[in-house]
Every structure is written in structure tokens, then in C-alpha cells.
């Protein structure tokens, strides 16, 4: 998906809501353990309640990969059940990857190619040859690790380089990485504060916003630093909406937390 | 398995390499293609030519997740083989993985149980609460990425905070998590002149060592600063053994390449 068509999706829906697809077996309703695919059936049903309202659905790899093979295969019937029935939709793919330049390909490959997922995130602690290989994708797009929205962020992407945080030198030295166009940016809305001195690094590039809600992040400070022509953000919601309710109306529970925040959104757009 | 039956293993094999299960399906022999599971079955050949020479296989998981569940299939079957056939060699899942805390939880769950791994790679931008959920599980032991050996490793690990590079602040921070006995480190050895200072700083811990051979580290140089009282080393190389030929001798092939390097290796031991 080009930006361009991410940007009109934006528009249309007045939202720019993402929902983060972790999914829990022990989270989900009871009565969904019976199916065959209990955590397909999830998300389908989250997706078909919530698709009009979201832009963007994120599945966090880790979820998936602990159930082994059987995850693996709820993961690929979700982003072909989001492909073929809502090609609209921007799908990420929440795995921080990064590796040297051949498995990044190989990992590249796993994630663009075979699952066709439009973006993939990506940790940058290896530097330019780890991150290049998932930019050379046309029309996929590489979500970098700037600034997390957990505590340990304070461990390392604090550290003061050259008068300048970790976190902004990592944002500016990927700047001159080759398609740095297929670049999008991790930011956790726990430091809002922040967001108004990275978009003086990247006035232009889209940021995705984790912990907004449940991790207790504000929309309106978000919104207010970092806000740009194109919108310029997806904002992640997961627990807040997935698991608003274990009953039979799980989904229609979700759709209404999905529509608060949809509503919070649409006075920017 | 605990460190002190790695250490016995080394020192009755009398080697400290790790053997990286980098596997593509481009690079096997093409007559295994015709097997249900040719990259099993390549793997399976090379670990029953090669077991007795190296202490650690390490499977590169992007290799797995480039062919979808079918990869993630193969990769079961692999860990279950060795598990199985040789319980005591030392299991590294080479994944680089790291989130925020439940969603680190969740992987080190699909490695250290689901597929019963001894070991796992693991990114540390995210700091801390990103790395401690791997570190609670007995028995298991967590390879932190430190210095890799890969160009890109100068954007941002060289980078000086405080004085120091940010990959002796990540040795020195990740020593104060709960848990860090249960920590080994990724140092690659294409920077040997630096494991000396590193071993100022972990005299105790294990180092795994990629980029001998195919990457151009020198044996020699990384024994010279980075063994200690239990050796403390784990050499690995990937396409310098696994594909030395592509003929139906490629398993006897792979175990000569294996021999050499253990046969450098023991006159340390």
C-alpha cells in the first residue's frame, strides 16, 4: 500500500485508529474455545465489528509464535482473511525484527512477501545493513523503533549521544538509510512531550503510537505535537478495545470502545 | 541446561563451536528437495554428521519464517530432533527478539517451552522490563546482542554515552536485571580487539561469537581475549560448515570443515 492510500483511508474514515491484534487464548471468550480456530475466529469477528472504524490492524507477532505451528496458522488465515476482504486496510505486522543484511531479507521476505502484510517493525540497535534490506520493498513500509512507550526506554534510548538522545540519533542517522521513503516511526504516547521534538527531525514520515488507553497515554497531547499535514499518525490500541468484554457480544463491545476513540479522532481530521 | 553441563560438554568434546542451521532452500543439495521435508531432512544429515564436534546448533529463525508455517513446521522438527537424539547439546533459537514485557513473555514462552530451547538472542533497545521477562525461566539462558559484527554495528553500538561506546553500557546495565546469571552476550569477532575490554567488564560470562570464517574473525584473536576459566566461548559458524558442498556428500563435507575448527579449538581446552 502507498502512503498516498493510507493517507485517503485516513480521510474517508476520519480515523486513524490501529487495533493491535494481541491475542491471548486465555483472554478470549470461553465459548470460542470450541471452534477450530479459536484465535482466527477472534479476530475475525473483531475485524468484521470494528473495520470501518480502524484503519490499520496489528497483529504482535509474539502472540501467535507461542502457540508454534498452530499460531503461525491463525496469524496467516488472519492477514489473508484482512487482505481479501478489506484490501483497504494498512496491516502491520509487530515483530522487531532486525538482523544482519541476509536474514533481515530472509525475514523481509517472510513478512512482505509471503503474508503480504504492508509494514513490518523493525529494532535499529544493528544499524543500517540490518534495516536497509526491509526498505528496498516497494510499497511496503519499515517501522523503525524510535522511542518505546515502556519503562525500559529510559535504559538505553536516553543514553546522550553527541549532545542528542539515542532515540533522535537513531531517527536521524536512518534518515540517510537507502528508501528511507518506506520509513515510519515508533513513538510511545507515555512521552507526548517528545513527539514535538522528533517532528522537527521528521516533519513528513508517519508515527505509530502504542499506549494510548490502557498504557495511559492522551490522544489530545499526541494529536497536538504530532499532528501533521497527512495526519502523520496511527495510533495502537489493543487491550483497551480487543478485550472490553468475554461475553458473546465481545465484538460489538469492542466496536463501541473502537468507536470512542474513532470519535476522540475525527474533530482532528 | 544449566552452564556447568555446557562447560563438562566442551570440555569432553574438547570444542566450543556452535554450528548456525542458516538454511536455505536455495543452498541444499537439490536431490533432498524431493524429500517431504527437505529442510529438516538437510538439517537432520548435517547435526548426525557433526554432533560429536560441536557443542551448539543455532538455528536462524528468519530461514524458518521465510516459508510460513511449513518453516515453522521444520523448525520443530529440528529442536525436537536434537532434544530427542542429543540432549546434551547446547540449543540456541537465533531470533533477536525483545518488546515490551508480556509480549516478551509471550516469546519466551514459545522458545523456552513450546519448543523447549535452551537459549535465545535478544535485541536490547527497549531495556530492561524488555529483557527481564526471558531471564525468569530457570535454566535458560538469554544471549543479549552487544557488539555485532556487521557494518551497521557503527551507527549506533560505537555511539559514546558517558564516556563509554553504548555496547559496554548495554554489558553494564543488562548486569543489574534480575536474573543475570542467566545472560550471554553476543560479541562478534570481526572486532576481536575489543572482547578484551568486554572481558574487563563479564569476566564471567559466556560470549557467542558469530563471524569466524565466512565473516572474516580470526580464531586465534578471539581466544587470545575472550576465554576464561570455563572457557566462556561459543564459536559459531553457519555457510562456513553447513553448505561446504552441495553434492550427496554434503553432510561428510560439512563434518570436515566441522573438524577443523574443532580441531583449532582444542588446543585451548
Not at 497483529?59 to 476482504?85: C, H, M, Q, R
Not at 522528533?198 to 498504557?215: C, K, T
Request: net charge neutral.
Amino acid at each position: 500500500m502507498t502512503t498516498k492510500e493510507l493517507v485517503k483511508q485516513i480521510r474517508k474514515k476520519r480515523s486513524f485508529l490501529c487495533i493491535g491484534l494481541d491475542v491471548d487464548i486465555e483472554k478470549i471468550p470461553e465459548y470460542l474455545l470450541k471452534e477450530e480456530d479459536p484465535i482466527f475466529q477472534f479476530n475475525k469477528e473483531i475485524i468484521d465489528s470494528t473495520h470501518d472504524l480502524a484503519v490499520a490492524y496489528k497483529p504482535n507477532i509474539a502472540f501467535y509464535e507461542a502457540y508454534g505451528v498452530k499460531g503461525w496458522e491463525s496469524l496467516k488465515k488472519t492477514i489473508d482473511y484482512l487482505n481479501n476482504n478489506y484490501p483497504e486496510i494498512f496491516t502491520i505486522a509487530d515483530a522487531k525484527r532486525g538482523d544482519i543484511g541476509n536474514t533481515s531479507y530472509m525475514y523481509a521476505k517472510a513478512f512482505f512477501e509471503d503474508m503480504n502484510f504492508d509494514s513490518l517493525t523493525v529494532a535499529p540497535y544493528m544499524g543500517r545493513d540490518s534495516v536497509e534490506p526491509f526498505l528496498s520493498f516497494k510499497n511496503k513500509h519499515t517501522i523503525l523503533l524510535a522511542l518505546t512507550s515502556n519503562d525500559g526506554a529510559y535504559d538505553f534510548q536516553f543514553q546522550k549521544v553527541e549532545l542528542n538522545t539515542l532515540y533522535n540519533k537513531v531517527i536521524e542517522v536512518s534518515k540517510t538509510y537507502k528508501n528511507a521513503e518506506n520509513l515510519m516511526y515508533v513513538v510511545g504516547a507515555t512521552k507526548a512531550e517528545y513527539i514535538k521534538e522528533i517532528r522537527q527531525i521528521i516533519p513528513d514520515s508517519f508515527l505509530l503510537v502504542p499506549g494510548v488507553g490502557a498504557q495511559g497515554g492522551s490522544l489530545e497531547q499526541v494529536c497536538k505535537y504530532g499532528l501533521n499535514s497527512n495526519i502523520g499518525l496511527l495510533i495502537n490500541s489493543s487491550r483497551g478495545i480487543i478485550y472490553a468484554s468475554k461475553t458473546q457480544g465481545f465484538a460489538k463491545e469492542a466496536r463501541e470502545k473502537a468507536q470512542q476513540l474513532q470519535q476522540e479522532m475525527k474533530q482532528y481530521i
